[in-house]
């Protein structure tokens, strides 16, 4: 959910409960043994923690990536804007916006979330699921981010809820793929958000955040929906529903621009 310097800043926002039954720090295979116990206290299964843990080792350039973070921007919306909402995109946001129009009916009378929304921030965190959403093993990532003890209660809190996204059958382990904080799929949830909010919206048995059109955008839309986001209420700077946007990502000018490309999108 979301990408390079939007990371942390979204993360703490997004985060369920945490462990802390495991030592951060130390020897990481210590480590990785005391998370396996701990997953299966929490009813992840011996098979699922052994198949993810075997021969894993620590990550050293997730944590070069996390030292680099600044949590802030340094552009002006403007500039910010200009960069990531151009006439290509907001060609392929409407031409999505038709394609779809169907499936997001039945989102928009479910979720009361509109439907320029769930496009514009579809298509800022992954170009609507062409972009880069990660190439990361989200198991070694997070555990070497457990390990380190800048964030150890977050990240091991993420680290329980990957396993468990393993352990519902949702996604395989080998399919289990992110980026830099562990975020996963076309609008990037981190594994707490992708247990909260995951919607089976295809119906198939499973929530399916990198390959699922429709579990990917009612999953959006669940998360906004149950943040307080009211459908037919205006989503610009200093409304309750820009505010909702907040769980999605806190950065002021990020909500600008989802509403600015929303805007768009609508032809406004």
Not at 26 to 43: C, I, L, P, R
Not at 194 to 215: A, C, E, M, N, T
Request: with cysteine; hydrophobic share 40%.
């Amino acid at each position: 959910m979301l990408r390079h310097a939007l990371a942390t800043a979204f993360i703490v926002c997004l985060a369920g409960g945490s462990a802390q039954a495991a030592r951060c720090g130390g020897d990481f295979n210590s480590f990785v043994a005391s998370m396996a116990a701990e997953a299966q206290g929490a009813g992840v299964s011996g098979n699922v923690t052994s198949a993810a843990f075997s021969g894993i080792t620590q990550d050293g350039a997730v944590l070069a990536f996390d030292r680099r973070q600044r949590y802030t921007f340094n552009k002006s919306f403007e500039q910010y804007v200009s960069t990531r909402v151009g006439p290509g995109r907001i060609n392929g946001g409407k031409a999505l916006l038709q394609r779809h129009a169907a499936l997001l009916s039945r989102i928009e009378q479910q979720f009361g979330v509109p439907r320029y929304i769930l496009v514009a921030i579809w298509g800022l965190e992954s170009d609507f699921g062409k972009g880069d959403i990660g190439k990361l093993p989200v198991i070694r990532t997070l555990a070497t981010l457990a390990h380190d003890c800048r964030r150890t209660d977050l990240f091991q809190g993420e680290l329980l809820a990957a396993l468990k996204i393993v352990q519902r059958g949702d996604l395989p382990l080998r399919d289990l793929i992110g980026a830099y904080a562990g975020e996963i799929g076309q609008t990037q949830f981190l594994p707490s958000s992708y247990i909260k909010y995951g919607v089976d919206f295809d119906g198939d048995g499973h929530v399916d955040l990198r390959h699922s059109v429709p579990d990917v955008l009612a999953s959006t839309a669940n998360l906004l929906h149950t943040s307080g986001f009211k459908m037919g209420q205006p989503y610009g700077e200093g409304t309750a529903n820009f505010e909702a946007m907040r769980e999605w990502n806190r950065a002021v000018i990020y909500r600008k621009t989802i509403g600015y490309f929303a805007d768009r999108l609508a032809g406004q």
